[in-house]
């Protein structure tokens, strides 16, 4: 599976748009690009995937480049509970790889 | 029901010990998952079960041994473990093992000290 690059970590004011960009240069035709954050001491949560088209769900939304070498995890109005670590993966062969992620904190 | 859950949430136990983990799940998930979690890193895959057979064992030592009685528990069993075996175990299942509808479902995991 192609690797991913992500910012070690970022902050974000409560109630704006937190922007989480990835890097997947690597991509090949079928992998999907998948998305998930870890809250401290819980199981990774899903957050939303894609494959080539623009995604939105009731918790974000996915933005993938034409060439499909990078995308951006966008929560609309962030809370103090979306303070997590965020994994973007790219998925093919039933493994899912985590990298190391962002750490999102959101201030007050 | 959209819950998996592991039993026990927390384990210790000697490096002579045998003890199991169990996951459990009631979604119809046809492919289940363990993973390994050392602290402040990221989930590593261990196994996956697809239709109740294992199709990946990502090189992990036999003192782990899973087993997938049916299609809604997902056991591993621990023999002879060692102190760097210490680390969160995470279940997780998924409607197919692969393909677009892959969105893996985790459990809160068992936390496991070997002494």
């Known amino acids: 599976d192609a690797k991913t690059t992500q910012p070690t970590s970022m902050d974000c004011a409560e109630g704006r748009a937190a922007n989480l960009p990835c890097n997947h240069s690597t991509i090949s035709g079928n992998e999907y690009v998948y998305w998930y954050r870890q809250i401290h001491s819980q199981g990774p949560q899903y957050i939303i995937h894609?494959?080539?088209n623009n995604e939105t769900n009731e918790m974000a939304s996915l933005i993938i480049t034409e060439d499909r070498k990078s995308s951006t995890l966008i929560l609309p109005h962030a809370t103090l509970r979306d303070t997590a670590v965020y994994y973007c993966?790219?998925?093919?062969?039933?493994?899912?790889?985590f990298g190391t992620g962002t750490r999102l904190t959101i201030i007050p | 029901d959209t819950e998996v859950t592991q039993t026990p949430k927390h384990l210790v136990m000697g490096m002579t010990n045998k003890k199991s983990l169990k996951c459990e799940q009631h979604m119809g998930h046809r492919a289940m998952y363990w993973y390994k979690q050392k602290a402040k890193k990221p989930p590593e895959l261990m196994f996956v079960?697809?239709?109740?057979?294992?199709?990946i064992n990502e090189s992990v030592p036999s003192r782990f041994s899973p087993e997938c009685p049916n299609s809604s528990l997902l056991n591993l069993h621990l023999h002879a473990l060692q102190p760097e075996d210490s680390a969160l175990y995470l279940c997780?299942?998924?409607?197919?093992?692969?393909?677009?509808?892959?969105?893996?479902?985790f459990g809160p995991g068992t936390r496991l000290t070997v002494l």
């Open positions: 894609g494959l080539k």
């Open positions: 997780a299942s998924s409607q197919v093992p692969s393909g677009y509808y892959n969105e893996q479902f």
């Open positions: 079960y697809s239709y109740e057979k294992l199709s």
């Open positions: 993966i790219v998925f093919g062969n039933e493994k899912l790889t």
